[in-house]
């Protein structure tokens, strides 16, 4: 797993981790593209160890915090 989530900061996440106790890696980016690049990026990293990987791209509701 750390070899996918490198791969997702050096294609240009601003970070990536672990969700929970896996099996699921998340990463953090700016664009949809960005993000299409470090999914395919997290895919040959694990394809390169043998492994199969799949990944979406989604967007993320960040509307900060609100008073209620």
Known sequence: ?????SAAREAGALGASVSG?????F???RSVR????????MI???GA???GATGIVS???????RGV
Do not use: Y
């Open 59 to 65: 967007a993320a509701e960040c509307q900060g915090a």
């Open 27 to 29: 990463a953090l980016v």
């Open 34 to 41: 960005d993000g299409e690049r470090a999914r395919d990026a």
């Open 49 to 51: 160890a043998g492994l």
């Open 21 to 25: 106790a896996g099996p699921s890696l």
């Open 1 to 5: 797993a750390e070899a996918a989530l």
């Open 44 to 46: 040959a990293a694990f």
